[in-house]
């Protein structure tokens, strides 16, 4: 179809599109591009997205519970941050062709996925810190590669997401430091939330690249600019430090500095409990899954109320255009 409509020959396209690539230039949503690499992106422009959204669970739990007001300012400021986080994106995905609402219709019916890291449970007040500190920081080292990723507003979108990240890091550290700083039970409570957290944290980073096939390809296109293992090493040298800073032991005892890679060794997750989470058998899958579909039902009527609103408007705008139309090239030769 593309072929008839169009004079320019797809090689030629093709052609075009490697070249954008191989000058490390952006390809944007008005440029032809092959079907594979924006199937690649809508995936994981929206696994990223749902990941934004379905992350404000665990820590919005406890809002309500925030030792002071100050913890609560942040954590609300936090949250809300990722709500921005999934609106970038969901945008991002919109210029690839696909709605938003068909890509919540996916993720609600379990055939996209979201970071396996919000199928875990929020336990204490310290996992708030721990969520910030790991989480968030683990957020920061694959995404930082991705400000310059190929597809246009992708990249753009994750320069702000990854601001805004650094801040989550910090605030997390900062209330893991305090309570360090407060009493033994303080410090038990902060200990065994970074014992909870520690493994899924490297599991973000998604499988070791022997078991990641899409890896090659993505990194092809200047998708994706680092491996599964390259990041998740990155992670792991830049958190070592900030532990022994904080005081806490990581749960690994194959953790050892190795002179010569210049890099820490560190042991494996078990790889079988990504691949159940992955699968839907997380400690709280179902939950999360439940909660955003209760919430996206019970906001159906301020979609349509917003919908008929912005036509009405655009309506009346339009009709007003018209009327105005002397006043405005008058205002424009003044
Ligand atoms: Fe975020
Ligand atoms: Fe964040």
């Not at 500190?133 to 930082?144: K, M, R, S, T």
């Not at 010569?260 to 409990?273: K, M, N, T, V």
Request: hydrophobic share 40%.
């Amino acid at each position: 179809m593309s072929v008839a409509a169009n004079p320019v020959p797809e090689s030629l396209l093709e052609e075009r599109f490697e070249a954008t690539i191989a000058r490390k230039d952006r390809i944007e949503p008005r440029d032809w591009m092959p079907e594979a690499y924006r199937r690649t992106l809508v995936r994981q422009v929206a696994q990223h997205a749902h990941s934004e959204i379905i992350g404000m669970q665990p820590e919005g739990a406890w809002i309500g519970r925030a030792p002071s007001l100050r913890r609560k300012a942040i954590l609300l400021a936090k949250v809300q941050d990722e709500a921005g986080h999934g609106l970038y994106l969901y945008s991002a995905a919109e210029t690839l062709g696909v709605s938003r609402d068909e890509l919540t219709e996916l993720l609600i019916s379990g055939r996209q996925k979201y970071s396996s890291i919000f199928n875990y449970p929020t336990l204490s007040y310290a996992d708030v810190g721990t969520i910030g500190w790991l989480v968030d920081g683990a957020a920061i080292c694959n995404q930082v590669p991705l400000c310059r990723t190929s597809f246009g507003p992708y990249g753009r979108a994750m320069i702000r997401i990854c601001k805004e990240e650094s801040f989550h890091q910090r605030q997390g550290y900062e209330l893991l430091l305090t309570m360090m700083r407060g009493t033994a039970e303080q410090r038990a409570m902060v200990q065994e939330s970074v014992d909870r957290f520690w493994w899924p944290s490297l599991m973000m980073f998604g499988p070791p690249d022997d078991a990641s096939p899409n890896t090659a390809r993505s990194m092809a296109w200047g998708v994706k600019t680092h491996t599964n293992d390259e990041l998740r090493q990155r992670f792991v040298d830049m958190t070592v430090p900030q532990a022994d800073a904080l005081g806490v032991t990581l749960p690994d005892p194959d953790l050892a500095w190795n002179e010569e890679r210049g890099s820490y060794d560190f042991g494996q997750p078990d790889w079988d409990e990504l691949w159940a989470v992955v699968a839907g058998d997380g400690p709280c899958n179902a939950q999360r899954v439940a909660h955003r579909t209760r919430a996206w039902s019970e906001g159906a009527w301020v979609r349509e109320a917003a919908l008929a609103y912005a036509a009405r408007e655009s309506a009346g705008h339009e009709a007003d255009h018209g009327a105005d139309h002397g006043a405005d090239h008058g205002e424009d030769a003044a």
